[in-house]
């Protein structure tokens, strides 16, 4: 075992982890753990844009895009944090442009910009420009621009350094343990400011446009360590996945011009949302691809998917503006785009919910204390800037604007305090684990277990959502979970063990799955990307809140969830029925 | 208002068919564990699977429910994190966007690490040295004066001239792929020029002087033997070896 010290830590090298590595390594000595290569992370995947009131090509303000968010979460938003996005989006854009970010161009040279789902103009009144974009590798850029600005300032990384604990003292933050995966080493990270930054649980689904590293590893730690976990059952399932893989085609190809049509070639999106048409909310868009599904308006031989139609799109406009989703759907479906509609299904893409943290990313261990020294951002965090359904662009927002923030907090904490003792033999929980499981003799094996866990996840608790549906896929998980204890990995090296690490990931997958199941079966209401066919609509009375879930651990070592709620913050918009 | 029936053609037709048509496939995979044996291997793998399916989706196949030690590194699974870069059937790719039907599954498939990088296990090499040529040429944009208020303004003429370039996901497809590359470990690699590229051409940029410097070393940019491997091999379809030679054009007129 090696033990380090640092400043601050920072966990993950996704858009959210660099960009607050960037701003921390400036300011105190930092160390960021990393799973994967920094350029591996999924924030490379994102597409379409990052939405900000510039007003580059037509009229815009920051506060329609505050509205925009607020309803687009479906007032579950905490609305000051909202406020604080989307007025500070203006420079997390400007600040990337001037950092190398080779924007798309207007004419007269400045950043383009271009629609996207759920953004209006003057609250709701049609379409507005306003996602600033890159081609169609938004994501890319940003992750590559960040990942180049942390080689400018000398960020230390320690790649393939996987995090799986972290150290509490005395209330407060002393630091995380973490496996070296190329040697089977553990480390211990002392550290007086820690930030999570390690993205989403997206692999707990079949369908899914996820990474295979999103595990929901950040998540999972802070709950064995007794932090709750805000608004769970909040996940989000992007329209347009290519059918049956998962991959996912950019909302900027319906910013584009692009249309959704079922079997009859009809462009059904009119009839659910009359103004926004193609570009209502992705919650809004799912439910209705499905609802095509359900009646029989599916597309192919088995009716499951529907189509994305770019054929009455100029080429020319397909190959500047989305070269690589054209790219995907020649490479894995053989099809071309040009003339050919693209088959499509929802898939899962965003946790809106995760480690609840106040708008300077601090962390929350109850609906009002902090952990001092600790932080989150991104995709493992809930602001809640999101809702319950968060808008397209606002995640690559989200990680630059709360990102920065947290790495500038966790940075002056740690500048202003001292370090916390670690903890006794702090190690252990880690070294018992990786003992355990690479010492098991279980029958029973990781693949096995995560395909079933993909399978309920994705039969009980996607877009639709009923009580015995969720009680299924609680039930399926608390025997999976059981199930899991008698895993074993065949690997029993300590070089490059990835079937230790994915044995790890499964379980991580399993309780946050569980989380979701349970609070999702709790809330008798249908809000945002939280569908309950038999609660159908909103009830602001009773679940106007965020759920927050708790581990609970029993005398015998048992555990339970234990469900708690926390007010929504409500400056300027009072709930209204949502329609687009 | 609302179009007429989809018109299919066959291609839409073949990519919507029902009733998966199933082959058996082998993989011959080059595995190497130096914990239980100093020597590289190769291993035969059997699979019944779908044609359409990726490499990548086979090694996970393989992974999951034969061999749990098989080692390959893979995150998005669709081309745009280079995690996955091997060498299938003797030409580097990423696993995840090669379809088996692309690579004639009537004969077994092999797979093997990435050449010029150190092997640590199976397919999973030493990138280290990889990252390091690419910090070596400075890879961040470097501008003089004070900064703008707003965006520093760019015509989409002056955009589109390094766009290409811009779309390296750091694979090293292209660099594992050069024969210089292989037999000297200094030579900066065509990932790195791919990058320097990048910012030499990017009107915002003014550190294209020190760039060209750096890769005016002897193992900077004039080892390319112009092979196009680089080119046939990048996973993203940069034309990597034009890159090169525009960056050896502006190192001889200093224009760019």
Redesign the interface.
């Known amino acids: 075992m090696q033990i380090h010290q640092y400043d601050t830590v920072i966990v993950g090298a996704g858009g959210a982890g660099m960009r607050a590595a960037i701003e921390s390594t400036q300011r105190s000595r930092t160390a960021v753990l990393t799973k994967?290569?920094p350029?591996?992370?999924?924030t490379?995947?994102a597409q379409g844009g990052m939405c900000a009131a510039l007003a580059n090509v037509e009229e815009d303000n920051w506060e329609w895009h505050t509205f925009d968010t607020v309803k687009g979460g479906d007032y579950l938003v905490d609305q000051d944090a909202a406020e604080i996005m989307c007025k500070e989006a203006i420079d997390a854009?400007?600040d990337l442009?001037?950092?190398?970010l080779?924007?798309?161009?207007?004419?007269?040279?400045?950043?383009d910009q271009r629609r996207f789902g759920g953004h209006s103009r003057n609250h709701g009144e049609a379409p507005v420009r306003r996602s600033c974009y890159?081609?169609d590798?938004t994501g890319?850029?940003i992750l590559?621009t960040l990942f180049?600005?942390c080689?400018?300032h000398g960020v230390e990384f320690f790649n393939e350094f996987y995090v799986l604990d972290l150290l509490i003292n005395e209330g407060k933050t002393a630091g995380v343990v973490a496996y070296e995966l190329?040697t089977g080493e553990i480390h211990v990270f002392q550290a007086k400011a820690v930030v999570f930054a390690s993205g989403g649980t997206g692999k707990m689904f079949k369908v899914s446009s996820n990474?295979?590293?999103l595990t929901g590893d950040g998540q999972a730690v802070a709950y064995r360590r007794g932090l709750p976990l805000e608004d769970m059952e909040f996940f989000q399932f992007h329209p347009t996945g290519i059918?049956r893989?998962g991959?996912l085609l950019t909302e900027g190809a319906r910013g584009e011009g692009g249309i959704l049509?079922n079997?009859?070639?009809?462009?059904f999106m009119?009839r659910y949302a009359p103004v926004m048409k193609d570009l209502a909310s992705r919650d809004v868009c799912s439910r209705a691809i499905y609802t095509e599904i359900r009646e029989g308006r599916g597309?192919?031989?088995?009716g499951d998917?529907v189509?994305l139609?770019l054929t009455h799109l100029p080429p020319e406009q397909l190959d500047a503006k989305l070269p690589?989703i054209t790219?995907?759907a020649r490479?894995?479906?053989?099809?071309?785009p040009y003339?050919?509609?693209i088959?499509i299904q929802p898939t899962a893409h965003y946790a809106m919910g995760g480690i609840p943290t106040n708008v300077e990313g601090e962390v929350l261990r109850n609906n009002t204390d902090i952990v001092p020294g600790l932080y989150a951002a991104g995709e493992v965090a809930c602001v809640s800037v999101h809702g319950a359904n968060r808008l397209g662009t606002n995640s690559l927002l989200d990680i630059n604007v709360f990102g920065r923030r947290a790495g500038i907090a966790a940075a002056d904490y740690a500048n202003a305090n001292e370090f916390v003792p670690l903890p006794e033999n702090p190690e252990e929980l880690v070294q018992t684990m990786v003992e355990q499981l690479r010492e098991s003799t279980g029958t029973e094996?990781?693949?096995?277990i995560?395909?079933e866990l993909q399978e309920t996840m994705d039969t009980n608790a996607m877009v639709y959502r009923t009580g015995d549906t969720l009680k299924q896929a609680v039930e399926d998980i608390a025997a999976l979970k059981e199930r899991f204890k008698n895993v074993s990995?065949?690997?029993k090296?300590?070089?490059?063990?990835?079937?230790l690490l994915e044995a790890i990931e499964l379980g991580n997958l399993l309780d946050l799955a569980e989380v979701l199941a349970v609070s999702a079966l709790a809330r008798e209401e249908s809000r945002g990307g939280h569908y309950r066919e038999d609660f159908p609509t909103r009830d602001d009375v009773k679940f106007m809140q965020h759920t927050m879930a708790y581990q609970e651990v029993a005398a015998d070592g048992s555990t339970s969830i234990r469900l708690d709620y926390k007010p929504v913050v409500t400056t300027r918009y009072q709930p209204m029925e949502r329609k687009y | 208002?609302?179009?007429?029936?989809?018109e299919h053609?066959a291609?839409?037709d073949?990519?919507?068919?029902?009733g998966i048509q199933l082959i058996t496939v082998t993989f011959r995979i080059r595995r190497f564990?130096?914990?239980?044996h100093p020597d590289p291997v190769w291993v035969d793998y059997q699979l019944t699977l779908d044609p359409?399916e990726r490499v990548l989706d086979a090694l996970n196949k393989i992974?999951?429910?034969q061999?749990?030690?098989l080692?390959?590194?893979?995150?998005?699974?669709?081309?745009?994190?280079?995690?996955d870069a091997m060498r299938i059937n003797g030409r580097n790719r990423l696993a995840c966007?090669t379809?088996i039907k692309d690579v004639n599954p009537e004969k077994p498939i092999t797979i093997e690490a990435i050449k010029g990088l150190t092997v640590?296990?199976?397919l999973?090499v030493d990138?280290d040295p990889f990252?390091q040529a690419?910090?070596d040429v400075m890879?961040?944009?470097i501008t003089k004066g004070n900064?703008?208020t707003?965006?520093?303004?760019?015509?989409?003429e002056?955009?589109e001239r390094?766009?290409d370039t811009?779309?390296?996901?750091?694979c090293a497809a292209c660099t594992s792929s050069c024969p210089v590359f292989w037999n000297d470990g200094q030579y900066f690699g065509p990932a790195a020029i791919v990058n320097a590229h990048r910012?030499i051409f990017?009107s915002?940029?003014e550190g294209a002087e020190q760039r060209l410097e750096i890769l005016n070393d002897r193992e900077g940019v004039w080892r390319c033997r112009t092979t196009f491997n680089c080119s046939e091999a990048c996973p993203r379809?940069i034309e990597v070896t034009k890159a090169i030679q525009e960056v050896k054009r502006a190192l001889v007129t200093r224009r760019f």
Not at chain 1, 105 to 110: C, D, F, L, W
Not at chain 1, 493 to 499: E, W
Not at chain 2, 150 to 156: P, V, W
């Open positions: 994967l290569y350029t591996r992370s999924h490379g995947a854009v400007l442009e001037k950092m190398g080779p924007f798309s161009r207007t004419e007269a040279g400045r950043i890159a081609a590798r890319h850029m590559q180049q600005n080689v400018k190329a990474a295979h590293t059918w893989m991959i049509r079997k009859d070639g009809e462009r009119e597309c192919g031989p088995e998917h189509y139609d690589d790219e995907f490479t894995y479906l053989g099809i071309e003339t050919d509609p088959p094996s990781v693949g096995q995560r395909k990995i065949q690997d090296g300590y070089r490059y063990n990835t079937d | 208002m609302s179009t007429p029936t989809v053609s291609a839409l073949a990519a919507e068919a029902g564990n130096p914990e239980e359409k992974k999951w429910e061999d749990g030690t080692t390959y590194r893979r995150s998005c699974a669709h081309g745009i994190c280079g995690s966007k379809l640590l296990k199976d999973v990138m990252f690419y910090k890879p961040f944009l900064e703008p707003r965006e520093r303004l760019q015509s989409a002056d955009r390094f766009d811009t779309k390296c996901i750091l910012f990017d915002r940029d379809g």
